[in-house]
């Protein structure tokens, strides 16, 4: 089955769904840098600005994104800016998406080390709020107890 290719077209572009924007005053397609953070962004020559190539694609095809909200890449690939993949969640969604930090040791989102005790340590954060869950030797029976406490 074949899904029509639906563009959408302003003063100064042309909107396709699979992530091109055509210039109409370059008379190209433009052509996307991407930050240190992997995310796609382009120059708009109308108002000198560098603009983020996922949120234009999705204010342009579903509507404005509403105040503190985000949008949020599914598949944790920043450069995939197909519009299934695109989604607005709040700040606190967002970040639980986040892949994990480089600096990480334990492997596991919410687990670190601590020096002082020399034992494996549990946090989660819910409303801006740090909580500890405990510390344990073993760091399996650690990343049970946060998954648990992550579904209440």
């Not at 949120?55 to 503190?68: H, M, N, S, T």
């Not at 819910?126 to 909580?131: L, V």
Request: net charge positive; hydrophobic share 30%; glycine share 4%.
């Amino acid at each position: 089955m074949n899904i029509p290719i639906i563009t959408i077209e302003d003063d100064y572009y042309i909107y396709y769904p699979d992530r091109n924007i055509f210039s109409k005053k370059l008379n190209r397609y433009l052509k996307f840098r991407k930050n240190k953070y992997g995310y796609l962004n382009f120059r708009d020559y109308n108002d000198k600005k560098f603009k983020y190539v996922h949120r234009l694609i999705y204010e342009k095809f579903v509507g404005k994104i509403p105040k503190g909200l985000q949008i949020n890449h599914k598949n944790n690939i920043r450069d995939d800016n197909r519009l299934e993949n695109l989604e607005v969640v709040n700040h606190q969604k967002n970040i639980q998406y986040q892949l994990l930090s480089k600096n990480n040791t334990s492997g596991y989102k919410g687990i670190c080390w601590d020096k002082a005790s020399n034992k494996w340590r549990a946090l989660i954060q819910y409303n801006k709020k740090r909580i500890h869950l405990g510390y344990i030797i073993i760091l399996k029976k650690l990343k049970k107890c946060i998954t648990k406490k992550q579904k209440n």
